[in-house]
């Protein structure tokens, strides 16, 4: 089945360094890659996707190449802020399906 | 625009008693639907989800059930509690239109406390 593997968290990091949460799955075909984000106390909030291999979505600073060689969607941010602070997540929506398969999520806190 | 919504916030109930969360989705039509529960330190597990009304795929063997009685209302229910049932309930919906629609929206998310 697929299955979705990101890096444990927590990431303790101080304002403006570098982010990087890696992500790797296992999938039939072609999925759709997602990362999502959840701020403290709240739902989910798509932060970006892509949907082929080579792909970058990219939204708020953030970035993640859809990489099929290496079965990786690692996210990227080159300067994080205090606001960055969260967890996030991410998952795959198989080729033929509705259903997404998250990964376990990475927090993240940002120190000033 | 669409909206999503979840109640209650927040619930603690006693181990046996019954349960019932609502998500209701405004501004769209005919969308899947989707419950998710996140434990506490672990990622989020897809318990149902739904295609149309009175159509339930559930996922995971438990003691809870989802219905759909109405296009845009779904409903998560329990006759009886566990203490492993504590967590953070999210509904999600996405469009069931094409392909490249098949982002999920979630809503805000009801906290359950077992006890």
């Known amino acids: 089945g697929n299955s979705v593997t990101q890096m444990e968290g927590p990431v303790t990091l101080s304002e403006e360094a570098f982010l990087t949460i890696n992500c790797t799955y296992t999938?039939?075909?072609?999925?759709?890659l997602f990362w999502y984000v959840q701020y403290p106390g709240e739902g989910l909030q798509l932060l970006l996707k892509a949907t082929k291999a080579d792909d970058k979505g990219s939204n708020k600073g953030f970035e993640a190449t859809y990489r099929k060689e290496t079965t990786s969607f690692h996210l990227e941010k080159g300067s994080v802020q205090v606001s960055d602070s969260a967890v996030y997540f991410c998952a795959l929506r198989e080729a033929a399906g509705n259903k997404l398969t998250f990964g376990g999520g990475t927090r993240v806190l940002v120190k000033p | 625009s669409q909206t999503i919504h979840q109640w209650p916030a927040t619930l603690v109930q006693p181990v046996g008693s019954p349960l019932s969360l609502e998500c209701t989705v405004e501004?769209?039509?005919?969308?899947?639907l989707y419950w998710y529960r996140q434990a506490a330190g672990r990622g989020l597990q897809l318990l149902f989800y739904s295609v149309g009304i009175g159509q339930i795929s559930s996922e995971v063997p438990q003691n809870l059930s989802a219905s759909r009685p109405q296009d845009r209302q779904f409903i998560l229910s329990s006759k009886k509690l566990l203490l492993s049932d504590s967590g953070f309930y999210l509904c999600?919906?996405?469009?069931?239109?094409?392909?490249?629609?098949?982002?999920?929206?979630f809503g805000p998310g009801t906290r359950l406390t077992v006890t």
């Open positions: 999600a919906w996405s469009v069931s239109r094409n392909r490249d629609s098949y982002e999920q929206y």
């Open positions: 501004g769209t039509s005919n969308p899947n």
């Open positions: 999938a039939t075909g072609y999925p759709s």
